[in-house]
């Protein structure tokens, strides 16, 4: 059983360029996660999706894209990478319901954008 | 959006002493969580508080619900080198599926 994980673990990229972050999980969660986590700004919501197949905005979506086609996996895409997002990305899952309180996390995407 | 406010933003204390942190909402929230990232891994949840005034224990750790339920605070007793980290609060949304997190407050324990 590995939890969630994230592939890949380090990335630099040019402006421009594009990219996608993939999360996996097996542990049958509903509910996926996409944080970006900033020093000193704790971690921000990208965005999250409450089932296959569906996708929703969180605080921070602008720049970003995602899937779920499958429901053990969220993909997070990067369509033209800024230096803006630069960051460490998060990828997290949960079940349903008060349980989704109970969020399990990778263990991060250090990205860097020159 | 909402904003969590944590402090201290960091604290360097000696092996052994007890350590308060604390964490402010300028909005109510319904549940409070509190999550320990070691270097280099994601978070993991500590404690979860579901009640105003809730106080809740998980080994050396004490949380608390504000009564107002805009505030909590994490206690640890006798600090030992393995708490090193970075703590963050979390409040819970109406919805009940959405977290924000406040900035964190970075302990470090010197043997």
């Known amino acids: 059983n590995a939890g969630v994980t994230q592939t890949p673990k380090f990335r630099v990229l040019k402006t421009g360029q594009s990219m996608t972050l993939l999360c996996a999980q097996d542990?049958?969660?509903?509910?996926m996660y996409w944080y970006r986590q900033d020093p000193g700004m704790g971690l921000r919501l990208i965005h999250y999706?409450?089932?296959?197949?569906?996708?929703a905005k969180g605080e921070v979506p602008d720049g970003y894209n995602v899937s779920r086609l499958k429901k053990q996996n969220f993909l997070l895409g990067l369509e033209s990478a800024a230096p803006s997002q630069t960051s460490v990305y998060f990828c997290?899952?949960?079940?349903?319901?008060?349980?989704?309180?109970?969020?399990?996390f990778g263990p991060g995407t250090r990205l860097t954008v020159t | 959006g909402q904003q969590l406010n944590q402090s201290p933003q960091s604290m360097f204390i000696q092996e052994g002493e007890d350590v308060s942190m604390n964490c402010t909402s300028s909005?109510?929230?319904?549940?409070w969580l509190w999550y320990k990232q070691d270097p280099g891994e994601g978070p993991v949840l500590l404690i979860a508080?579901?009640?105003?005034?809730e106080l809740t224990s998980n080994g050396r750790l004490t949380a608390q619900f504000g009564i107002t339920r805009k505030d909590s605070f994490l206690n640890i007793s006798a600090s030992i080198p393995s708490d090193v980290g970075i703590y963050f609060c979390a409040g819970v949304n109406n919805a009940g599926n959405m977290l924000t997190f406040g900035g964190g407050t970075r302990l470090m324990v010197k043997p």
């Open positions: 542990m049958n969660h509903e509910y």
């Open positions: 508080l579901y009640k105003a005034g």
């Open positions: 999706s409450v089932g296959e197949g569906t996708t």
């Open positions: 997290a899952s949960s079940y349903t319901g008060g349980l989704a309180l109970k969020q399990y």
């Open positions: 909005s109510i929230f319904n549940t």
